[in-house]
C-alpha cells in the first residue's frame, strides 16, 4: 500500500495503465500512500502539452486513481536549471527510500529510460541527446518527425539499478534483436538494457512479437 514506483510511458504500458485504472475502481487497489517518480520526460515540453509525458501519465493513470499529487514526480522538461532538477531528482528518489518496484520498457535500440546506446552511460539523473533511431521511433506520437524533442531528461542506469525489484515489459517486434542480446549473456553500453543482468530480482514479460519464436 505505501509503495514506491519507478513508471514507464510509451506505447507498451498502455494496456497495463487501463488495467490499473479498473482495479482500482473495482476496489481492488489504493494508491492513498504509493509515490510514483516516472524515468524521463522531453525537454521543452510544459505538462499540457499533450506529448510530454506529464500529460501521458495524467491521461493513463494520474486522473483515474486516487495517487496524492505531492506523491507524484516526473522530471521537469521545463526546468530553469537542469543540473540542480537532476540531482533533486534523484534527492527525492533517496528520501523516499529507493524505489521499491520499477517499471520498464524498452526502445528498439536497447534503451532503458532514454539512456541511449553509448560508450558512456550516466548513473544518475541527467539530460541527454536522442539518438535518430529513437526520434523515428517517437515520431508515430507526434504530427511530424520534425515535432519531436531531440533532448530529454531521463533516470540513469545508477537510478534505475538501485531499484528493489525490476519489471521490464517488452513488446513488439521491433524488439527481437535487443529482447535477444538482453538474455545473452554479455553486458554492453551499446545495448544498455542488458545492464539489467547486473540486477538480482528482474522479471521480463514478452510477447511473442517480441519473442519472435
Ligand atoms: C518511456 C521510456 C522508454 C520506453 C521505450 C519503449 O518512459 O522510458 O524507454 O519504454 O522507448 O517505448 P514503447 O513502449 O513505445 O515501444
Given at each position: 500500500?505505501?509503495?514506491?514506483l519507478?513508471?514507464?510511458t510509451?506505447?507498451?504500458?498502455?494496456?497495463?495503465?487501463?488495467n490499473i485504472?479498473?482495479?482500482?475502481?473495482?476496489g481492488?487497489m489504493?494508491?492513498?500512500?504509493?509515490?510514483t517518480?516516472n524515468?524521463?520526460?522531453y525537454?521543452?515540453l510544459?505538462?499540457?502539452?499533450?506529448?510530454?509525458?506529464?500529460y501521458f501519465?495524467?491521461?493513463?493513470?494520474?486522473?483515474?486513481?486516487?495517487?496524492?499529487?505531492?506523491?507524484?514526480n516526473?522530471?521537469?522538461?521545463?526546468a530553469?536549471d537542469?543540473e540542480?532538477e537532476?540531482k533533486?531528482?534523484d534527492a527525492?528518489i533517496?528520501?523516499?527510500?529507493g524505489?521499491d518496484?520499477?517499471?520498464l520498457?524498452?526502445?528498439?535500440?536497447?534503451h532503458?529510460?532514454?539512456?541511449e546506446p553509448a560508450e558512456i552511460?550516466s548513473g544518475p539523473t541527467h539530460t541527454?541527446?536522442l539518438?535518430?533511431?529513437?526520434i523515428?521511433?517517437?515520431?508515430?506520437f507526434?504530427?511530424s518527425?520534425?515535432?519531436?524533442?531531440?533532448k530529454a531528461?531521463?533516470m540513469?542506469?545508477g537510478?534505475?539499478?538501485k531499484?528493489?525489484?525490476?519489471?521490464?515489459?517488452?513488446?513488439?517486434?521491433?524488439?527481437q534483436?535487443v529482447?535477444k542480446?538482453l538474455?545473452s549473456?554479455d553486458v554492453?553500453t551499446n545495448?544498455p538494457?542488458t545492464?539489467?543482468q547486473?540486477?538480482?530480482?528482474?522479471v521480463?514479460l514478452?510477447d511473442e512479437?517480441?519473442?519472435?519464436?
Amino acid at each position: 500500500p505505501n509503495a514506491v514506483l519507478g513508471l514507464p510511458t510509451g506505447g507498451t504500458p498502455v494496456g497495463m495503465y487501463e488495467n490499473i485504472r479498473k482495479m482500482y475502481q473495482e476496489g481492488k487497489m489504493d494508491f492513498e500512500n504509493v509515490t510514483t517518480f516516472n524515468l524521463d520526460e522531453y525537454l521543452g515540453l510544459t505538462h499540457d502539452h499533450p506529448q510530454s509525458y506529464y500529460y501521458f501519465m495524467n491521461q493513463n493513470l494520474y486522473s483515474g486513481v486516487n495517487l496524492k499529487p505531492e506523491n507524484i514526480n516526473i522530471p521537469s522538461g521545463t526546468a530553469s536549471d537542469f543540473e540542480a532538477e537532476c540531482k533533486s531528482y534523484d534527492a527525492k528518489i533517496d528520501a523516499k527510500g529507493g524505489i521499491d518496484l520499477m517499471i520498464l520498457g524498452i526502445g528498439p535500440n536497447g534503451h532503458i529510460g532514454f539512456n541511449e546506446p553509448a560508450e558512456i552511460l550516466s548513473g544518475p539523473t541527467h539530460t541527454v541527446d536522442l539518438t535518430r533511431e529513437t526520434i523515428e521511433a517517437n515520431a508515430r506520437f507526434f504530427d511530424s518527425i520534425d515535432d519531436v524533442p531531440t533532448k530529454a531528461i531521463t533516470m540513469g542506469v545508477g537510478s534505475i539499478l538501485k531499484a528493489k525489484k525490476i519489471l521490464m515489459l517488452v513488446s513488439g517486434a521491433s524488439k527481437q534483436k535487443v529482447a535477444k542480446e538482453l538474455f545473452s549473456g554479455d553486458v554492453t553500453t551499446n545495448n544498455p538494457s542488458t545492464l539489467l543482468q547486473l540486477h538480482r530480482d528482474v522479471v521480463v514479460l514478452m510477447d511473442e512479437a517480441a519473442d519472435g519464436q
